[in-house]
């Protein structure tokens, strides 16, 4: 049975940092590329980025951008996405998704059942 579950959410000061991890299980998690995907209260998916199967390329959406990093440990079978210099309107609740791809294509099969990120002062 394919998993994958993500852990590390919490509340933040604005300014604050942050690392969610997603685990994964039931697949070859080597062989597909990882994303990351939000979704603010009121509001639709956001995808926030995306890394190969591999690990040596990555994408980001312009709003997180220079503030947010998306890694994995293939040995671990473990996808990270670090937040930095947080804002308010990161607040959301973070998903993590698998591709059946290797490659970086917006084509997610299997969704997290997410965590909440919430930035307030």
């Known amino acids: 049975e394919v998993q994958v579950v993500e852990s590390g959410g919490g509340l933040v000061q604005p300014g604050g940092s942050l690392r969610l991890s997603c685990g994964a299980s039931g697949f070859v998690f080597s062989s597909v590329a990882m994303a990351w995907v939000r979704q603010a209260p009121g509001k639709g998916l956001e995808w926030i980025s995306h890394i190969n199967s591999g690990g040596d390329m990555t994408t980001y959406a312009d709003s997180v951008k220079g503030r947010f990093t998306i890694s994995r440990d293939n040995a671990k079978n473990t996808c990270y996405l670090q937040m930095f210099s947080l804002k308010p309107e990161d607040t959301a609740v973070y998903y993590c998704?698998?591709?059946?791809?290797?490659?970086?294509?917006?084509?997610?099969?299997?969704w997290g059942q997410g965590t909440q990120v919430t930035v307030s002062s």
């Open positions: 998704a698998k591709s059946p791809h290797s490659t970086v294509v917006p084509h997610f099969d299997y």
